[in-house]
């Protein structure tokens, strides 16, 4: 049977197969469903209908449901996902994964150049270039050339193994062509195409969860995830570009690696060129630069790698990246981009939020892949339509907004409208101003999701292991269909949920039985009540007490309170009208609320200000103002003479040099992380 060249489709009988039979089929199978995807995903020159792949496919499938001793990793039905890992193993790399040094300008790339000439002695040098793919970086291992394992980069020298994860690429071959070596270890970047992108961010907002940042941070959550299954359903690519370690075969000069690497059907990029000059690598790089926008994956600028290996050799490593390699990256997008999608969001209080989906764009340092719209009225004032031209900014530091548009290069783009009914439940939607609501409620999967997010979020009641994937899976499966199911949900119940063994079950469990006393100001918070956030909660807390005396507040008692006027007011008396019957259903479950009264006098923070900028390890930006003002502190967006600390993270933005300038105290996360403790500890 050759599958390659005769791919018959009239097979026997699997009960009339005798075990060689079954054998040799699925070997022949095997070999030519690799073949044929081969030519459908590295060739681009499929050499069968997809109809036939898919029946190749499916009776492979049912030969190793049949013959259980036929399954193997190294088949092609391992692409389709695995059972989930309860943990990620961590692995030592066969080799340093090392890091590229990197510059923007071009005298940065000319004086390396007569860097090497000084190292080298050497006038003259050959180079291959590649494109910098701006993606997740992988370690892939074969034997015998049988796909083995792969992992994460890591801290460069250990990383986390996801081989089940990255058997589901189709690009990535579980056995590769021709004589490969005995063992051959590769580097590659794995990625996400920018339309799969867009239409990932898409269905994230429309399922009320938040957007990725950028197709290499979407990549890198979808690559880590514990189940393939799900890894499965997304068209992630691989690209090979370097040996980390081989065993036999071996070669002078990297373009033969990377010719041999095709021979043995390791994909790599159609762009990568040699180049003999500076000048030869500056025109490479603009002719990338000029591809930039049409290709259909992220680059951020181009790599130089010495041709010689033993050159490379020769010059070795500097701290963590080679001597050998330099990337020359490209300058930051503007601020210009285009609009790709409008897609709308069901928050957690059922308002629909109309989002611009947008072609990602460095602003000031940040990747911008999507801008809030707020309302309808936004879009019809800015005239915004699918495929403008648009301009974005910043707003504030850290939110992105979409300023105006500047130009339509499709004059027949269809004008945005919000839709008539909820895109997370169907429910006819409900006007209020400017805002379109879904009155479903918690009867809308989107809006008690998010409430449940909300409720056990660490800023909230802080229920450890009860993240979005599980609470979509207790939704979904009609375990909680109100926050008081929660309190209700037994171990056994959880461990039948995919991913759940008996001892997260267990965890989970205690988790919430552990938040059966929340402390009032919390619960206020976690309870999603419009307009009131953790610093409100705070404020309602130590006015009134007790959560009784607040449900009984009426309009003109809240409005006597500095901060809350007639509609904060509103939404609080309406909430608690709406709701009364679901708190008691809570208390009914075991809910206790705690007074704060007893907390009032320990706020060794009260009169100080922070501001934040940059990215924290430890805490989300919210969580780091909840921190302070859970200790009396006050935590607001810019920097002024009132300002008593800049908490600066990673990658701050201006108001660094604001605080520099009007001589505000500047805390690093770890001296923040010291202030808090000293301070929670008095």
Not at 463 to 486: A, Q, Y
Request: hydrophobic letters at 35%; a negative charge.
């Amino acid at each position: 049977m050759d599958f390659k060249k005769d791919p018959k489709t009239d097979f026997a009988d699997i009960d009339e197969l005798s075990p060689k039979e079954a054998k040799e089929e699925a070997e022949a199978l095997r070999e030519g469903i690799e073949y044929h995807n081969r030519r459908y995903y590295l060739d681009n020159d499929p050499a069968i209908a997809d109809a036939v792949f898919d029946r190749l496919f499916s009776r492979l499938q049912e030969l190793e449901e049949a013959f259980t001793e036929l399954r193997t990793d190294a088949s092609p039905t391992r692409r389709v996902g695995v059972p989930p890992a309860d943990e990620r193993v961590r692995v030592e790399h066969a080799a340093p994964m090392l890091s590229l040094n990197a510059a923007l300008e071009k005298d940065k790339i000319r004086d390396y150049f007569d860097f090497l000439r000084r190292e080298t002695g050497k006038k003259e040098f050959d180079w291959v270039l590649e494109p910098k793919f701006d993606g997740v970086s992988v370690e892939v291992v074969y034997e015998k050339g049988r796909f083995r394992s792969g992992t994460t980069r890591g801290d460069g020298e250990s990383g986390e193994r996801i081989s089940d994860n990255l058997a589901t690429i189709n690009t990535l071959p579980l056995r590769l062509q021709g004589d490969p070596p005995d063992l051959l270890a590769v580097r590659g970047e794995v990625f996400l195409a920018k339309e799969a992108f867009q239409e990932l961010n898409r269905q994230r907002l429309e399922n009320g969860k938040e957007a990725f940042a950028n197709p290499r941070n979407a990549c890198a959550g979808t690559i880590r995830r514990l189940e393939s299954t799900i890894v499965a359903r997304w068209p992630l690519d691989i690209f090979f570009y370097d040996i980390l370690k081989i065993e036999g075969e071996p070669f002078s000069r990297h373009w033969e690696e990377l010719e041999a690497f095709a021979r043995w059907g390791l994909k790599t990029n159609p762009l990568n060129r040699k180049a003999a000059d500076l000048e030869g690598v500056d025109g490479y790089r603009k002719e990338l630069l000029s591809k930039r926008e049409e290709l259909e994956y992220e680059i951020d600028g181009i790599v130089i790698k010495l041709d010689d290996l033993a050159l490379q050799g020769k010059l070795g490593t500097r701290h963590r990246s080679p001597r050998w390699a330099m990337a020359w990256k490209f300058e930051p997008r503007k601020e210009m981009t285009t609009l790709e999608k409008i897609v709308v969001q069901v928050g957690t209080s059922g308002i629909l939020t109309p989002v611009a989906l947008l072609r990602p764009v460095d602003v000031g340092g940040v990747t911008v892949s999507r801008a809030t719209l707020h309302n309808e009225r936004e879009v019809e004032e800015k005239d915004l339509r699918e495929g403008d031209r648009v301009r974005v900014k910043r707003a504030g530091d850290v939110i992105p907004e979409l300023v105006e548009r500047v130009e339509r290069p499709n004059k027949y783009a269809h004008t945005f409208h919000m839709p008539k009914t909820c895109p997370a439940c169907g429910t006819e939607v409900a006007r209020e101003g400017a805002y379109v609501r879904c009155p479903a409620g918690l009867s809308c999967p989107a809006q008690l999701r998010g409430r449940i997010r909300h409720y056990g979020s660490r800023q909230a009641l802080n229920i450890e292991h009860l993240g979005e994937k599980t609470v979509r899976r207790l939704v979904e499966r009609d375990l909680v269909t109100s926050l008081s199911d929660l309190y209700r949900l037994e171990p056994d119940q959880l461990q039948g949920l995919d991913g759940f063994a008996a001892k997260s079950a267990r965890q989970l469990y205690d988790a919430i039985q552990n938040a059966r006393q929340p402390r009032l100001d919390r619960f206020l918070y976690a309870l999603s009540i419009r307009h009131v956030g953790s610093r409100l909660a705070r404020t309602l807390a130590e006015r009134f007490g007790t959560l009784d005396r607040l449900m009984d507040a009426d309009r003109e008692e809240l409005e006597s309170i500095p901060d809350i006027g007639p509609e904060i007011a509103g939404s609080l008396t309406h909430f608690f009208t709406e709701n009364r019957e679901a708190i008691k259903d809570l208390e009914k479950a075991g809910v206790r609320v705690q007074p704060l009264a007893m907390e009032k006098s320990r706020r060794p923070l009260e009169g100080k200000t922070f501001v934040f900028t940059g990215a924290l390890g430890r805490y989300t930006r919210s969580e780091a103002q909840k921190a302070v003002e859970d200790l009396g502190a006050s935590a607001v967006s810019s920097v002024s003479g009132n300002t008593d600390y800049l908490v600066v993270g990673d990658e701050p933005g201006q108001k660094l040099a604001q605080a520099k300038e009007q001589g505000v105290k500047i805390l690093g996360e770890e001296d923040f992380l010291a202030l808090l403790s000293d301070q929670e500890s008095q």
